[in-house]
């Protein structure tokens, strides 16, 4: 018995401690910066720049929007998040309620641009923007920022939203229907609660990935700054320590969202 | 009204995609053909010489952009294959757990992590810094502003866009195949190689188009972490669109990274066999 059980399982026990090992030493790599931001928000500097270790201290949490270029380019960051969001996810959320519940012609090329705007490189995306807002005379500033974060995030949550849609039961909206419903009652009782975890991680992503973008936003922010444009441009001179306090509060408050919404979605399953 | 809804829920999103993807493209293909300066005005006179041009100038930088996404694209397959297939098929009940760490980066701004790793490998940083002065590095000893530095940078900021899909490959591989590899005396190699590897193809197949393309195309780390020998087509798009405002060549330069791209794309898909590309589209 022990040999077939040999042949069938051949030595597994120390490659998977290996791989478990390297799994852990992988994800400590990749957390490693998060580390060094965190610890340098609390770096007593003298000198001018940050990256020598000089004490601890919590004066840049005292003085965290005291450059005020840096706290207008996280205000006008955060205007931006939340307004492209917003936009997005209304009309993301319209084209992914047509692929997912419709047929309708030009359904084939729909669904080509929605790939399309996912695999253009940011970069060219940016660079054709640029090229539009060039050759139409339009001045550049946060509308044309706010245009191109709806561009890019538009695909992510018409498939998330898609995604969810093909799940929902369409007796569901038949039987509100028969129950007398108006076509707008039903959309509101009955498919919009059904997708909203669609609509409201979609929404999520859209945030998230409007805030962190630099290279597209490069292109189309004329005078206006954002966060991720205001630590670039500071790298040269040394980034103050404020921007790590920043970012350590931002990546806080996701991981506590995140950690909520996983928490959430096990509680409504069991 | 029934027959009208779709179109009038594609409608707004349409109309953003046609005016804000499709026509830019158009644009920039019209001034890549342009000549004039950003004081007098372009005009359109059909140069296809500014190609010739902007690649005469700029194909250093373009083959250097290549070879450093090929470069990270690969460093990431090697890195991360076996990350996804430790979680896949042996993270049990914490799967959600490993995977929630390997995205915790995400949740730190594409610029700021960058940065932050820019501060480690600083030649007087927290790393190399005390290193130095245990006298375990000579004191000339550097990283930063290398080509290292740089095609580290990138594997580093897209390794998860790589561990995902290849994890979810791998995560719908039934374990019963394997076993029945087992049952028929396949080694634990030939089990991986004949049966659990090419049922991963095409999670690595859309790993590397998802790693290969942002990873070539990203001006952020060969400026944060790359020195002036380290320089990739992003930055110079960048340079000549916003600082030397020379649209035609700056267009012109975009247009032939994405064809370059597109071509890739394509002899890559063609290598690979068509049936894996249109299943790992589908999914």
């Not at chain 1, 970069?123 to 509308?143: E, H, I, K, Q, T």
């Amino acid at each position: 018995m022990s040999a077939t059980t040999l042949t069938r399982r051949p030595r597994g026990r120390l490659g998977d401690r290996l791989l478990h090992a390297y799994t852990w030493l992988i994800i400590v790599w990749l957390s490693s910066p998060i580390a060094v931001m965190i610890l340098f928000g609390f770096n007593d500097k003298k000198s001018k720049s940050n990256t020598s270790w000089q004490g601890f201290t919590l004066r840049w949490y005292q003085e965290l929007f005291d450059i005020s270029d840096l706290t207008t380019a996280l205000r006008n960051s955060l205007t931006v998040a939340v307004a492209s969001t917003l936009i997005t996810v209304v009309i993301g959320t319209m084209l992914g309620l047509a692929l997912g519940r419709h047929t309708f012609r030009g359904r084939g090329v729909t669904n080509f641009l929605v790939f399309a705007a996912i695999s253009t490189p940011e970069l060219v995306m940016g660079a054709s923007l640029l090229s539009l807002f060039v050759s139409a005379n339009l001045p550049r500033d946060a509308l044309t920022i706010i245009i191109a974060h709806v561009l890019f995030s538009l695909s992510f949550v018409t498939v998330t939203v898609r995604a969810r849609v093909i799940t929902l039961d369409p007796s569901l909206e038949e039987a509100a229907r028969d129950l007398g419903a108006s076509a707008w009652g039903t959309f509101r009782q009955v498919t919009l609660p059904a997708v909203l975890p669609g609509v409201l991680s979609g929404g999520m992503l859209a945030f998230a990935l409007s805030i962190d973008d630099y290279v597209v936003t490069s292109f189309v922010n004329g005078s206006t700054v954002t966060f991720p444009l205001w630590i670039i441009g500071s790298v040269k001179t040394g980034i103050p320590p404020q921007v790590n306090v920043m970012g350590t509060l931002i990546f806080g408050i996701g991981v506590l969202i995140a950690v909520a919404n996983a928490v959430a979605a096990r509680r409504r399953r069991t | 009204m029934k027959r009208l809804t779709p179109y009038l829920l594609a409608l707004p999103s349409w109309m953003w995609l046609a005016v804000f993807l499709v026509v830019p493209m158009a644009a920039m293909a019209s001034v890549s053909l342009q000549t004039g300066n950003a004081i007098d005005g372009f005009a359109m006179t059909f140069s296809f010489s500014n190609y010739a041009d902007a690649l005469g100038r700029y194909s250093t930088q373009l083959v250097r952009s290549l070879w450093y996404g090929g470069l990270a694209t690969v460093a990431m397959l090697v890195i991360g294959y076996p990350v996804a297939y430790w979680i896949a098929f042996k993270g049990g009940s914490r799967k959600s757990v490993y995977l929630f760490m390997l995205l915790l980066p995400f949740f730190v701004s594409f610029v700021l992590r960058t940065i932050s790793w820019g501060f480690l490998l600083a030649d007087d940083g927290v790393l190399f810094g005390t290193l130095k002065g245990w006298g375990l590095l000579p004191a000339d000893f550097h990283v930063l502003a290398t080509t290292v530095a740089v095609v580290g940078g990138l594997t580093y900021n897209f390794l998860p866009f790589m561990i995902l899909p290849i994890y979810v490959a791998l995560e719908r591989v039934d374990p019963r195949v394997v076993e029945a590899a087992y049952d028929l005396y396949a080694s634990r190699t030939a089990a991986f190689r004949r049966v659990v590897l090419p049922l991963s193809l095409p999670g690595v197949f859309a790993g590397v188009l998802m790693t290969f393309v942002p990873a070539t195309a990203d001006p952020v780390n060969a400026q944060v972490l790359g020195g002036t020998g380290n320089t990739m087509i992003g930055n110079i798009i960048q340079t000549e669109y916003l600082t030397n405002l020379n649209y035609p060549t700056a267009s012109a330069l975009s247009f032939t990274l994405m064809a370059v791209l597109l071509i890739g794309i394509f002899i890559y898909a063609r290598a690979l066999g068509t049936e894996n590309v249109l299943e790992a589209a589908a999914r």
